[in-house]
């Protein structure tokens, strides 16, 4: 189980051979790698369903590798998104082993060793996130990052200290780990050692990268909305070829834009960060880095409150009108994204 979504393995893969996997969509949601927050959000995990196998098609247009095999209809078959009558929650797709970084402490210090990784494994999922920015909106990582020194503005390839809301000449490349307690951003050479990767395979994912933030860009383009970041998961299969696994292109894993408001989880990260729980959520993970403790959710002080109700019923309809734009078809009894959006914006303007 994941905060978000239910795995149901209906083959397990082995040494050289993919599995056969479902993911569960609910309409549960995480913020800061909390987990399982307090409340649901109605319709979005049938949303992501669609909107994920939606760009999973899009891209396999584009001779780009992916393990999505197709939607389950209520009925029980195995569909493709154009086939689907009426909305499902239930992914299925090619299972690849999952290998987790042993994990030690040193010098007080939590480390973690990916020795396992190297470039004669295969049929594995590749340990990390990788993440295109197009554009550096409110609330985008890079910013915080900045201000602790924690990267450069030579580091991101710009000539400039970038603002708030600014558009790239060209996308920025991102990579952090996926399988610790706390993710981490690293270095390309890190991501490099990380994952098992040749210096050949490393450009190859930069390059697999670009194709994905170019495809979802066009889709996004067509509801209006500006894909300003997005997360990529990619793993080898048996043969060592790489593919695009977990789900692309969703309100989840990118962070799209409208009219310079947010159309994504983000809505719920802003929320989330007037709150006192976001700041305890800082200072655990502080604490636990110094300390050298695993878990920081034990050191949090507080449980995050539930979301305002009303702002929950936008997000919601958010999430169901992006879908219904994003693919062309009216697969939820919503209003029109732009009509969203001005609830929304009405209800930032009054809070």
């Known amino acids: 189980m994941g905060s978000v979504k239910d795995l149901e393995v209906i083959k397990k893969p082995t040494k050289d051979a993919m599995g056969i ?11 800061f790698d909390w987990g399982e927050m307090p409340d649901q959000i109605e319709g979005k995990g049938a949303a992501l369903c669609l909107m994920g196998a939606y760009c999973f098609e899009r891209l396999e247009e584009k001779g780009i590798k992916t393990h999505y095999r197709g939607l389950v209809a209520k009925d029980g078959r195995l569909v493709s998104f154009e086939e689907v009558e009426q909305s499902t929650n239930i992914m299925e797709f090619n299972l690849v082993n999952v290998f987790r970084p042993k994990t030690y402490k040193e010098d007080g210090k939590v480390k973690h060793d990916y020795g396992m990784f190297t470039p004669s494994l295969k049929n594995y999922l590749i340990p990390l996130e990788i993440m295109y920015r197009n554009g550096l909106p409110e609330g985008s990582s890079i910013f915080k990052r900045l201000e602790k020194g924690l990267i450069t503005v030579e580091d991101l390839g710009l000539d400039h200290y970038p603002k708030p809301g600014e558009r790239l000449s060209k996308p920025i490349f991102d990579a952090s780990t996926k399988l610790e307690e706390k993710d981490r951003y690293v270095t390309w050479e890190e991501t490099r050692k990380i994952a098992g990767l040749t210096d050949e395979e490393l450009e190859e994912v930069k390059a697999l990268l670009l194709k994905v933030d170019e495809t ?14 997005g997360k990529v998961e990619l793993a080898f299969d048996p043969e060592r070829r790489l593919m695009v696994v977990d789900v692309v292109g969703t309100l989840d894993e990118c962070r799209f834009t409208y009219d310079g408001l947010h159309v994504s989880k983000e809505i719920a990260r802003q929320f989330y960060r007037k709150t006192d729980w976001h700041r305890d959520v800082e200072e655990a993970k502080k604490r636990a880095e110094t300390e050298g403790i695993q878990d920081w959710r034990k050191l949090c002080k507080s449980n995050p409150p539930k979301l305002d109700p009303a702002l929950k019923v936008i997000i919601s309809e958010m999430y169901m009108a992006a879908t219904n734009e994003l693919t062309n078809r009216k697969l939820f009894d919503v209003l029109r994204l732009a009509d969203v959006i001005k609830k929304y914006r009405n209800y930032v303007d009054t809070n």
């Open 21 to 31: 996997g479902r993911f569960h969509f609910s309409d549960r949601y995480s913020v």
């Open 216 to 229: 979802i860009t066009r889709i996004a383009s067509k509801a209006g909305l500006e894909n300003e970041d």
